[in-house]
């Protein structure tokens, strides 16, 4: 089973900037990685797929990279409602698994 | 529009049964990919089992495997997980999930299922 690692497992930070979140695979995913938002009290929300491409309606302001073993999601610019849990989620080998989440939260 | 609702969930005691039911609109379950997806209180989502499009190849994980089953009736649109065996372990969420190539792109709201005495 592959393991994947958020990192951090809180990130602080005010409105307007900029979030670096991380996502390490146990071994390669090759770039068979999604990236997940989830409020609270909601359902997870798909951002980004196969590392860099964003879901429909996901503003521009969410970017993916990486591939193999270490991915990073970047918020340009933090949006009072983009303060939430992310996860992340690879669809390279079975079972499917998901991080276990970075919360970011309000400084 | 793409809409996923779940029902189905509630209190069970441990060793006991529970189906859950998914129903879709805005595309149909035969020829897409569908998931079941749970996230116990605190943690992050856990892949439980899909099914496939054309086919309906299933996969499954471990941890359910023998337990849960995945089926789908083309007729009512609807996806279904069979629950047997229930632990208290499996006290979570349950989402039903369109699975496009093992990427989930849309959920439904999920249903709390609850394993107590």
């Known amino acids: 089973e592959i393991v994947l690692t958020q990192s951090p497992a809180t990130l602080s930070l005010s409105p307007g900037e900029r979030a670096t979140l991380s996502c390490r695979a146990s071994q390669s995913v090759s770039s068979y990685l999604a990236w997940y938002q989830q409020k609270p009290g909601q359902a997870p929300r798909l951002l980004i797929y196969d590392a860099s491409n964003r879901a429909t309606g996901i503003p521009v302001r969410f970017s993916g990279s990486g591939s193999g073993t270490d991915f990073t999601l970047t918020i340009s610019s933090l949006e009072p409602e983009d303060f939430a849990v992310y996860y992340c989620q690879q669809r390279n080998n079975w079972p499917l698994t998901f991080g276990g989440g970075t919360n970011v939260e309000i400084k | 529009e793409v809409q996923l609702v779940e029902s189905g969930g509630g209190l069970v005691q441990p060793g006991g049964s529970l189906r859950l039911s998914c129903v879709v609109s805005?595309?149909?379950?035969?020829?897409?990919?569908m998931s079941w997806v749970r996230q116990a209180p605190g943690k992050g989502p856990e892949w439980l089992s899909s099914i496939k499009g054309s086919g309906g190849a299933i996969y499954s994980a471990d941890s359910v495997k023998g337990r849960f089953t995945i089926s789908r009736d083309n007729a009512r649109n609807s996806l279904y997980l069979e629950m047997n065996s229930l632990r208290a372990e499996d006290t979570a969420i349950y989402y039903c999930a369109r699975d496009l190539g093992g990427t989930y792109h849309s959920w439904g709201q999920g249903t709390l299922v609850t394993v107590s005495s």
């Open positions: 805005g595309f149909t379950v035969s020829s897409s990919e």
